[in-house]
């Protein structure tokens, strides 16, 4: 299953070497534009008026109030904010927004905090005031936001089947061993540290939209789709980003209130959506409940796997949160049934939380997985070893580089596994009672169809344009490294501009898929703007390389040269002089593999977790101490920004397991906890000592350089590496996420559910 890797990259002097961002001095310096910070001449500011209600219809507005205050240019409802269409159906991977309403399109609140009015005024302050100065009456309905899903109504009157091979219901009823049960997980709220913003310019009937996107060239479609102008009436542009986890993605209501104010105002408006208003109406991660059955024979192999979802959505939108991702192909066995049901709920439309399916699918399925074994009496190493599939059973292809065990064997080297006594409780250090879990993850490896241009100057510098963005994670960086691998260049000789819907259209930042997916792209530019170097190179008539063809030439460690001669290489800058021409270029474009059926191979990265956590029984203080992670994904392009995603993901996993829950006040409908104290990720003191290991195989069939990509496989089975740790330490198995204190003061054997 090891591939053969092609001499040039083995000997790459930029790819695979730990590489510091190139866009860090912009962002250490604080000059590093993010999308709230533009600002421009008369640019006032809009601020949302939130449902307080979380089901219910409008029976009257009054803006009379509002409107005198200081500084207001505007108020706006649905009946004067101006036309605002939906999305046509999408084709392909395109035109994808998950809350599909326009905002205040009609009088019906379905959500608490959806939108239902905005205030402009030249001041954020005096916007806010006026926002809160409209008197909105409603006409209350019943709402629904509860997380208990499994067993009640669904969407569709029944789950669907989702993968389904071999006949379950048979093998789970004859099994040796079965084991049953339903894991949860809450409501989760993408917090990164950058709020959701929109600066919304308009001028001579075209928008030039400052937005905090994943993706500015869906962002473009949908916007021009829905304020029903051209799309090449519309720009979108996000130079940085402070992070965006999912959440964003695809368009929120919010970006359709800052332009529609700019163009009914006719002058730039800036709307930052507040801390609050993020727990509602700009996605999470949906509550799931998760049925888990497993069986298998006397020795341990799975006869049948069957997982049944349910995830809450919201009343409009049908959001599948598609927590099968990695139950087919996981791990052998004749017989898989993976079902999948919506419930809706009075809350914002769900969408994609890094890891989407795959995060909470294989916590349920790890922490099943723990529970076999110790029905089984065999250590969960051993367990997954044994289950290794040959072939991806869910599709039949063969796979195109997995190294699952030797990610699970190293990671037990590591990790000290094998001095593990299974005892619960029986291992200590320091006066502490240690558990030790593990778990096995798994993330999709794609790539999206992808457009790049690489011009190289006279001054001797490279550009590379490209319309895809940079989340945080180093894509600035890794399209810097291709380039420089490709021309020989320095990487400070190169200038990569992303984050504008005006480029040549590149992936979205999501799916972990964006380097795989402009590694052939932007190659296959650079080889071209390399060739028309040579073209230039040999029509100079008074040039080093008079009477030489483009084909007698090579372009090599940034000189043009005579096919393997070393000595007469002239840099480029020189032979761009010569010739007279400023620049040349050349442009790559490369078909994706996501969502094809057809593919030869089944893509996929892989990982394993070990945890310790420690646990102080007399005072019920439990921390995450130690986790050994080691990752399959690929070749890794940057190990240092590859290895900071992992680290990232272990602590987002520590917040999963720990503490991460956006609370409904049953009452009001309301995210109560909608805020940075209240709502608790893990920070640095949470943060255990993180090992990371990338097995580093490149993976060929994929692209050029091997790449595949690391933005969310470590977040992966995490949760199901703690809650294992937990039980090991404590005897208490959480199924109910984050383990709360409550939930270790009780007896050993299953916590009943406290939220
Ligand atoms: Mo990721 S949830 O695809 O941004």
Request: charge should be negative.
């Amino acid at each position: 299953m090891q591939q053969q890797a092609p001499e040039q990259i083995k000997e790459s002097k930029v790819i695979g070497v730990p590489t510091s961002r190139i866009d860090g001095p912009v962002k250490t310096t604080g000059t590093a534009m993010y999308s709230s910070d533009h600002h421009f001449p008369g640019l006032v500011h809009a601020w949302p008026a939130t449902a307080t209600v979380a089901s219910g219809t409008i029976t009257n507005i009054d803006t009379s109030i509002a409107e005198k205050m200081p500084g207001v240019l505007a108020v706006y409802h649905h009946e004067n904010i101006g036309q605002l269409y939906r999305t046509p159906p999408a084709a392909g991977f395109s035109m994808i927004i998950d809350e599909k309403r326009p905002p205040l399109e009609d009088t019906t609140i379905r959500y608490y905090g959806q939108y239902v009015a905005v205030a402009v005024a030249s001041t954020v302050e005096q916007a806010r005031a006026a926002a809160e100065a409209i008197k909105i009456t409603y006409a209350k309905t019943d709402h629904d936001t509860s997380n208990k899903l499994l067993g009640t109504p669904l969407s569709e009157p029944k789950p669907k089947e989702v993968t389904k091979r071999g006949d379950t219901a048979a093998a789970l009823a004859s099994a040796v061993v079965k084991h049953d049960a339903v894991y949860s997980t809450p409501t989760e709220t993408h917090n990164p540290i950058e709020l959701h913003a929109s600066v919304a310019v308009y001028k001579d009937g075209k928008f030039t939209l400052y937005e905090t996107s994943q993706a500015v060239v869906n962002h473009r479609d949908v916007m021009a789709a829905m304020l029903g102008v051209p799309p090449e009436d519309v720009q979108v542009i996000t130079r940085f980003l402070g992070s965006g986890f999912g959440g964003k993605l695809w368009p929120w209501p919010h970006a359709l209130l800052a332009a529609s104010c700019a163009r009914n105002l006719n002058r730039p408006v800036k709307l930052v959506v507040s801390r609050s208003m993020m727990f509602q109406s700009v996605g999470h991660r949906p509550a799931i409940d998760q049925r888990i059955q497993l069986a298998t024979d006397a020795a341990g192999k799975l006869t049948a796997i069957q997982q049944d979802y349910v995830n809450h959505t919201s009343m409009l939108d049908d959001y599948d949160e598609g927590c099968g991702e990695a139950t087919g192909f996981i791990y052998s066995s004749p017989n898989v049934l993976v079902t999948g049901g919506l419930a809706r709920r009075n809350v914002g439309t769900p969408t994609s939380m890094r890891g989407p399916g795959a995060v909470p699918g294989l916590y349920a399925l790890e922490s099943a997985m723990d529970e076999l074994a110790l029905k089984l009496k065999m250590d969960p190493v051993q367990l997954h070893l044994i289950n290794e599939p040959e072939k991806d059973e869910s599709t039949g292809q063969p796979f195109s580089s997995r190294h699952l065990k030797e990610c699970i064997t190293t990671g037990a080297e590591k990790f000290g596994w094998n001095k593990r006594t299974p005892g619960i409780g029986s291992m200590q250090r320091d006066g502490l009672t240690l558990g030790w879990g593990m778990a096995a993850c798994t993330w999709i490896a794609a790539r999206t169809d992808s457009e790049a241009t690489v011009e190289l100057h006279q001054d001797g510098t490279a550009r590379v344009i490209c319309g895809t963005q940079d989340i945080g994670g180093g894509t600035y960086t890794a399209i810097a490294q291709i380039v420089a691998h490709e021309t020989g260049l320095p990487l400070n000789k190169i200038d990569v501009v992303l984050g504008d819907s005006s480029l040549p259209p590149g992936p979205i930042s999501g799916g972990s898929w964006a380097t795989a997916s402009v590694t052939p792209a932007v190659l296959e530019a650079a080889q071209k703007a390399g060739k028309s170097l040579l073209g230039a190179a040999a029509d100079a008539a008074n040039g080093p390389f008079k009477g030489k063809k483009a084909e007698d030439l090579e372009f090599i460690d940034g000189n043009v040269r005579i096919k393997g001669q070393s000595a007469g290489a002239v840099p480029l800058s020189e032979v761009l002089r010569i010739a007279n021409v400023k620049a040349v270029s050349g442009t790559g474009k490369s078909e994706g593999t996501f969502g094809n059926p057809n593919l030869k191979y089944s893509f996929h990265s892989y990982g394993a977790h070990f945890a310790e956590v420690t646990w102080q029984p007399e005072i019920a203080r439990l921390r995450v101490s130690r986790v050994v992670t080691v990752i399959d994904a690929g070749r890794m392009l940057n190990p240092r920004a590859a290895r900071n995603q992992i680290e990232g993901a272990v602590v987002m996993g520590v917040g999963m397991a720990l503490l991460e829950a956006t609370e409904y006040d049953p009452r009001s409908g309301a995210p109560i906890n909608s805020n940075l104290a209240d709502y608790v990720v893990a920070v640095n003191a949470d943060t255990p000592d993180i090992d990371v290991t990338f097995l580093d195989y490149p993976d060929y069939n994929l692209n050029p350089l091997g790449a595949r990509g690391v933005g969310e496989i470590g977040l992966a089975g995490i949760p199901a590496a703690i809650t294992n740790a937990v039980h090991h330490a404590t005897g208490i198995r959480v199924r109910n996420l984050p383990i709360r204190i409550e939930d270790l003061l009780q007896s050993p054997g299953e916590a009943k559910r406290t939220a």
